[in-house]
């Protein structure tokens, strides 16, 4: 399925339909995708999915079919059906790019246009972003751990449905991992995949012996050799040596690795470092895999266990320590027809679920000197910031916290992506998304990359949207004590 | 994409190609799925995922541009390479009908067929029986925490990518929610979706009010007004009432329900359901969502909530508690070339990891007084099991313990699905589906339905099957201990 406009909640019809009926159909509006808090209590999140919302958009159009399946719901009007099957999209989109560290509160993601566009394609946005989000923020988790070590995803088998497994792993990527099992991946986003051999494979053959022997003479080139299908270190280890001493030596061909996928890995892995050493192949890499994630290879490491590739599989593809990114999609303002925009703001009771309102931008500022991040300011679309004088940041809440900044610049993070519903952005391959991550990795401190208690990043209002909220919240709040 | 081919662990294809060149094409294997634990520490997952199993296999097939992919890793013969373009899918497939309960140890799902073939699938098997089951599974402990009350899967905005939210909602349907909000969902599978409004819908009219009635009018039939945008208690709930009274009455109509998002929902029903009572609408439902699971479910329905449809999101679609469900798929026989077939174990330290090899059946005995189930039996695949003998059951480890079991009948829980490659199965809908679950999970006692420490179910093996896999233990333990 290449067209997933009918994956959206229902109720993102039964409103469109009201809106149609209720003369909004042109009304324009504004809604904005942010997160309240990041992963696994992280300093930050890692964009990401973007490029999946484009495809998304561009293939936004009901079938015959579709509008065939709604009219027997018997619950919308034939003109609104008639509305969807011939609707162009046509509202304009700004997002942060992919592999750009986020922060909780900010717009990450921003459409505007007509409300019943901008509301239905609300499921797909968060969904989508969401996921790949969630996996690129735990896969440089992850990277973080393994200190300098390469990591590969090895998740498919255990991802939640097919998409989350293409996708997932592109989006591990763009978090740092160096690669992955997925083939489709590799073919669809020129993610390297990579893999060598199960224990069925050890098992097809009479011996243990045997089958390395043969997997040797199929790929002189790439001989990594799983060792533990019966005893690591009785069996495995040994019968790996001689397939190297005795098929690869003689094709003067060195061995990749061995990779140990059970019992105790860190133990294990000294055991193979010293032998391998010891019978010449100290370039033999070892690979460890094995339900891993950033917690038990920061373990392993602190044990010195002697691994330099991680496979990783259900604990970065699942997220599973935190598998559910909380983004949300909420209408921050709206068009009047006189052209002045109306913010909109969802109160609640619970203070960290009010919104922020109006149409926005996030600048980031950097230290002119470190190159590093000093705060997110979250300002009125059309306010800049002016980088030859001094700014002010001050804490939302106790606005009495003040900071001021100089010798700065300020980058705007939300790009428009689509204008009147025609993309204008190129998504950069996976691979630049990559290295673009890592470079803006290095502009956050280490104080905000720790796994427990990062440092909180200043993410601020402007003093102008920050004037906007607080009337709103007290106007709301007086109308809320009237009733 | 309809063509999941490529979603494949490159090691599959490595090992086929090694396949290839060893000769090995044509040998025939046997592969089982199973799990080793039940997720969240229940007594029995619910089986899904067999209807995209089949759609998967029927499609398999390699595209010229696939072919020229591989070839550009330079690692692939170019005999095997023709091989793929070529050859057509050629197992036989057996799984246990989705909807059915089931338990660890036992093979969920059997191929057999040329070992290139039965290997190669092994990743998109896995992805989605782990997946779909998973799902299925949660459903279920959430539906009986409901305790008879509806409950609406709602989880499509935070479900690990596009097929996660279509695939698990299905999932969850099959596992006895009672429908969904995925509206793509509902057209492919006929799984109905239901929804009404988000509080955008609120936010884009000037009062609550005008926003209730609006709504009211333009679904006379299928009023449900969204209460917490503002404050449930003093506007959201008097508005809806107003609105009940001021639309929906004139018109002779009665209101289906209010919904309840955030705050304390336990004592916002109680309050809402006397205010609903006393205003002459106590056939109004009260709908709660918000972040729900069983314990949740559970714990607020022990406190006496008042609410009469549970709308479940992230913690379901994602299986938030547990998600990941462990599904493996090992070799277990060769077929040699004069037609015996050679069990196959993998070994491991771990004894819970130890496979149980050989091609097999399982048989579920039931009470033929009860209906009740006794054990499931796992037999070599042509055992059958006479219910006309009384039948001892073993367990396989502490093998005094002995219970002989008479009046009961047996079903061979294995069907097949595919027969040389050609289906053979036709999917029941997901409404049979489901109907049948239901009925399969009053054959299960109560003791196996709680959310903690349930009632431990016996999953033993026939004599025979017994005595091959002790056989080839104490051989391979042998063997290993000789190095």
Not at 59 to 70: A, G
Not at 406 to 412: G, I, M, Q, V
Request: glycine share 6%.
């Amino acid at each position: 399925m290449d067209n997933y406009t009918m994956l959206t909640d229902f109720y993102e019809i039964t409103m469109a339909n009201g809106f149609f009926n209720e003369g909004y159909k042109d009304t324009v509006v504004y809604f904005d995708m942010f997160f309240r808090t990041v992963p696994d209590g992280g300093g930050f999140a890692i964009m990401a999915g973007v490029e999946e919302v484009i495809d998304y958009l561009k293939n936004l159009e009901f079938t015959k079919e579709d509008i065939d399946f709604l009219q027997k719901k018997n619950m919308f009007s034939e003109d609104f059906l008639d509305y969807l099957l011939t609707f162009k999209f046509s509202c304009d989109v700004w997002a942060i790019p992919e592999g750009t560290p986020i922060f909780p509160g900010e717009p990450i993601l921003t459409v505007r246009g007509p409300a019943i566009q901008a509301q239905f394609i609300e499921t797909m946005i968060l969904l989508t972003v969401n996921f790949q989000t969630l996996i690129a923020t735990k896969a440089n988790r992850i990277v973080r751990a393994a200190d300098g070590r390469a990591v590969m995803e090895f998740g498919a088998r255990r991802a939640q449905g097919a998409y989350a497994a293409v996708f997932g792993a592109r989006a591990a990527f763009i978090g740092g991992v160096g690669g992955t099992s997925n083939v489709l991946t590799d073919r669809e986003f020129s993610v390297p995949a990579l893999g060598t051999m199960a224990h069925s494979w050890v098992q097809m053959f009479d011996t243990e012996y045997e089958a390395f022997c043969a997997y040797a003479r199929n790929y002189p080139d790439d001989t990594t050799l799983l060792i533990d299908t019966y005893n690591v270190l009785k069996s495995g280890l040994p019968n790996a040596i001689k397939t190297f001493d005795e098929v690869l030596k003689p094709m003067g061909k060195r061995p990749k690795g061995v990779r140990i996928d059970s019992g105790d890995i860190t133990y294990l892995s000294k055991k193979c470092r010293r032998a391998l050493d010891e019978a010449g192949y100290p370039d033999c890499k070892i690979v460890a895999s094995n339900s891993l994630d950033e917690y038990i290879i920061r373990d392993m490491l602190v044990q010195g266990a002697k691994i330099d590739l991680f496979g990783v599989g259900e604990r970065l593809i699942t997220s599973k320590s935190n598998p559910v990114m909380g983004g949300v999609y909420k209408l921050v303002a709206i068009e009047k027809e006189d052209g002045t925009i109306e913010p909109k703001i969802k109160i609640s009771e619970n203070v960290s679920k009010i919104t922020t309102p109006c149409f926005k931008q996030v600048y980031r500022l950097f230290d002119r000197d470190t190159n590093k991040a000093i705060a997110d300011v979250i300002t009125l679309h059309d306010e800049e910031i002016d980088a030859d004088k001094p700014y002010e940041l001050f804490d939302p809440v106790y606005t009495w916290k003040r900071k001021q900044v100089d010798n700065f610049y300020a980058r705007p993070l939300l790009e428009r992506i689509f204008e009147n519903g025609k993309c204008v952005y190129k998504s950069p391959s996976a691979g630049e998304l990559k290295t673009y991550c890592k470079a803006q990795l290095d502009t956050l401190w280490d104080e905000l990359k720790r796994f427990e208690n990062p440092h909180k990043y200043y993410v601020d209002l402007s003093q102008d949207l920050w004037q906007i909220k607080n009337d709103l919240l007290r106007s709301v709040t007086y109308a809320d004590k009237d009733i």
